[in-house]
């Protein structure tokens, strides 16, 4: 069935480093791939989203790849500062006339400083 | 522009017990998705509401159900709570209507346990 798999589950890094998570889907219908940071006590809040007529999009220090062939996708973050520490979701959509997300498991990332 | 609100943000219930919650949609939204999140299973989705009607619906018991309101806000209700029940439920709306860019936007959340 519909799946997303998110790696790796934990992340720490020092600050001004990279961070990279990856995901792959399992549907190969799946054409729209959001990022979600979600801080403590707080809901997801979109970052950056890809959809699968492009290969790559970025905003400011986060980018966002997508290899469709592969069915995976790629979470970015270059120059990491402390408030970037959260959990990071990724998620597919399934379409079929609804909105619904299957979402990765997290990735909670730690910058130190 | 007001974001996703959802009522209330904490409640404690028992077992057996049923519950009750509220989202208000972003203005001009017109679908309502809810997801729950467990530290377990994640984000798993519940169902989601468009124009009054139920559009699709996840891989839940019964005893979760919903609906949405002419001016889209949307509850939802758990009945017979179970221990297992214990999460956070999200509620998150979106502007499109049909088979769109499933943008979402998240609220807060709506934190339950049942005791």
């Known amino acids: 069935g519909e799946n997303v798999e998110q790696h790796p589950s934990t992340l720490s890094v020092q600050e001004g480093d990279s961070a990279v998570i990856k995901c792959t889907y399992s549907?190969?219908?799946?054409?729209?791939f959001p990022w979600y940071k979600q801080e403590l006590g707080k809901g997801p809040q979109l970052i950056i989203d890809i959809r699968s007529n492009v290969g790559e999009k970025k905003d400011q220090r986060i980018a966002v790849t997508l290899n469709k062939t592969a069915k995976h996708f790629s979470l970015h973050i270059t120059e990491t500062q402390p408030e970037d520490s959260a959990v990071y979701f990724c998620?597919?959509?399934?379409?079929?006339?609804?909105?619904?997300?299957?979402f990765g498991k997290g990735t909670k990332l730690t910058v130190n400083p | 522009k007001a974001g996703v609100t959802q009522t209330p943000r904490y409640l404690i219930k028992t077992r057996g017990q049923q519950v009750t919650l509220s989202c208000s949609p972003i203005s001009g939204h017109r679908s309502v998705s809810w997801y729950q999140q467990t530290p377990g299973q994640g984000l798993q989705f519940l169902f989601e509401?468009?124009?009054?009607?139920?559009?699709n619906k996840g891989n839940f018991p019964g005893r979760f159900s919903g609906r949405q309101f002419s001016n889209s806000r949307s509850e939802m209700n758990v009945s017979t709570l179970e221990l297992g029940d214990s999460a956070l439920y999200l509620c998150?709306?979106?502007?499109?209507?049909?088979?769109?860019?499933?943008?979402?936007?998240f609220g807060a959340g709506s934190r339950l346990t049942v005791l």
């Open positions: 549907d190969s219908a799946s054409n729209y």
């Open positions: 998150a709306s979106n502007p499109y209507g049909g088979s769109g860019a499933n943008v979402l936007t």
């Open positions: 509401y468009f124009s009054e009607t139920q559009r």
């Open positions: 998620a597919a959509s399934y379409q079929g006339g609804s909105e619904k997300l299957v």
